[in-house]
RNA sequence: GGCGGCGUGGCCGAGUGGUUCAGGCAAGGGCCUGCAAAGCCCUGUACGCGGGUUCGAUUCCCGCCGCCGCCUCCA
């Protein structure tokens, strides 16, 4: 079977086919960068970058654009409030989603695109739909008209008549339906010139001007949060289509992550920072336990369930673990490709993850080897897939190739073979002393065929 | 008011018109172990409520209840 998404526009699961063959091309709504990242922003960059790995473990070669709006009214109101340059508050909260976005294992995007440094394809596209008769200047200030486009609203299912843009119905908009292109300055704000005079960007213009910018007039895959839907991709359809560009062809909408049922916004208090979770569990583990569910499934988010994920990560783990080293990277199985190939079908593709981690440990309680080693190399292949690859160079532990992991390998060592010698003398209360001793440091200790095997526990 | 989503066993979370319907976590029993740990096996008999369609519905239809989202910035 071969790969099919939901299509918000068409609201159904069709099969994916590239516009250019061989390719897979995807622009990503990323931040507005106002404020710190939450667990909910993550999750629909995990969510992409599982779709974006999935398009290129099937030979896809994936230009991803994921953008960062740089300038808006809440960066301009929030950076005033603190007395800071509006550039820098930007500048500061990019890197603090970048920062997330790398320690949870999202490849890099092919690009990440500011807004600020495309103001010349705005104007350009500005200047194509009022010459298409499809935008109007008032004042300083360019709107896009509604009535232009006949089938305005069909994305989000709104009826155009029912439609209120949440923007203040401005003086020179001739119907309140309008929506704002390009806002002319006010004195003290960042501006830019253009033939219209002085302004800077409305929210949905960057969208259209550098995905086509990037990715051509017409691209494979757009995606962001299901809050985006209206009037955000609305809008950004509407402007292009009315440009003359063919746009996105599929639409994709991930859901919430929720707190006490409630969708988590900074206006609500209630959100769950990156760094805050990362004390919780480790990067690997809150990305599992985010990727897990179904993408377009809401999350209700608790202490529990993470913990819950993070459990289910260590089996995994523990059975490469238990497998050897030298696990390579095999093929994954066809159950999993038909659960990916389903709409990202993430919640099946791990049930078979952890059928063959199963399997994998019966060939091993049985002596199997080699068995048992193909089973791993098929659960490798399906992490890596999945970015939770523990044997990757993302996931390795970065300390254990410090000094102090090789001292505290070194120490930990020393006591283990003591207890081994303990064991063989039969001297069990000595042997027991000593494991006790470790698991009182965080060190938990596990006997096996092989000898004793260790690893450090939170 | 317009549009949309959700309510599954102790918990998380899939899914389907029908004897055996994911997967994980937790729990109980067993195997293994010097004891553990890890692993493996077994156990739980669930689908908000009320109707309807059907030989049969958790799955389809209608109504209701509850929760949530978008329509205002938002992943």
């Known amino acids: ?6 299509d918000t526009a068409t609201r159904d699961v069709r099969e994916f086919r590239p516009a250019r063959s061989g390719t897979a091309s995807m622009y990503i709504c990323g931040a507005t960068v106002q404020g710190v990242p939450h667990i909910g922003h993550v999750r629909g960059a995990l969510n992409y970058d599982v779709l974006r790995r999935w398009l290129v473990h099937n030979g896809l070669d994936v230009l991803l654009v994921r953008n960062v709006t740089d300038i808006d009214d809440k960066i301009v109101t929030k950076a005033a409030d603190a007395g800071r340059p509006w550039w820098e508050w930007a500048a500061t909260h990019e890197r603090a989603f970048e920062d997330a976005f790398t320690v949870l294992g999202c490849l890099p995007p092919s690009i990440s695109p500011r807004a600020t440094g495309h103001v010349t394809q705005m104007v350009e596209l500005i200047q194509r739909l009022i010459d298409r008769d499809a935008a109007y200047v008032s004042g300083g200030d360019v709107y896009f008209s509604v009535t232009s486009l006949p089938d305005y609203g069909s994305l989000s299912g709104q009826r155009p008549d029912e439609v209120q843009q949440g923007e203040t119905a401005a003086d020179g908009k001739r119907d309140p339906r309008d ?35 990037y990715l051509g007039s017409e691209f494979d895959i757009h995606g962001g949060g299901v809050d985006l839907v209206f009037p955000h991709h609305e809008n950004e359809r509407a402007q292009s289509h009315a440009a003359g560009d063919g746009f996105a062809r599929y639409w994709l909408h991930n859901a919430w992550v929720t707190l006490s049922g409630e969708k988590m916004s900074k206006s609500l208090g209630n959100i769950v920072a990156i760094p805050e979770m ?23 988010y608790s202490d529990e369930a993470l913990a819950e994920a993070a459990q289910g990560y260590r089996r995994v783990e523990q059975f490469l673990r238990r497998a050897g080293g030298e696990v390579r990277l095999g093929e994954v199985p066809a159950e999993f490709a038909a659960a990916l190939d389903d709409d990202l079908g993430t919640p099946q593709a791990f049930a078979v993850l952890h059928n063959t981690v199963r399997d994998g440990n019966t060939a091993l309680d049985a002596g199997d080897d080699t068995k048992a080693l193909e089973f791993a190399e098929s659960v490798r292949a399906m992490v890596h897939v999945l970015g939770l690859d523990p044997l990757s160079k993302q996931w390795q532990d970065a300390a254990s190739h410090s000094g102090e992991a090789r001292a505290l390998g070194t120490l930990v060592d020393a006591l283990l073979s003591e207890r081994v010698q303990a064991r063989a003398d039969k001297d069990f209360t000595r042997a027991d002393a000593i494991r006790d001793q470790l698991t009182a440091a965080g060190i938990a200790v596990e006997d096996t065929p092989n000898g004793p095997s260790w690893t450090v526990r939170d």
Request: proline fraction near 11%; aromatic fraction near 14%.
């Open 1 to 6: 079977m071969a790969l099919h998404l939901y």
């Open 179 to 213: 929506f704002t292109l390009w806002k002319a300055a006010k004195p003290g704000e960042p501006a830019w010139p253009t033939p219209w005079g002085e302004g800077r960007p409305g929210w949905h213009l960057e969208c259209s001007a550098m995905a086509t910018t």
């Open 278 to 300: 990362l004390r919780k569990c480790r990067p690997v583990e809150l990305r599992y336990y985010l990727i897990q569910p179904h993408y377009r499934s809401t999350i209700e």
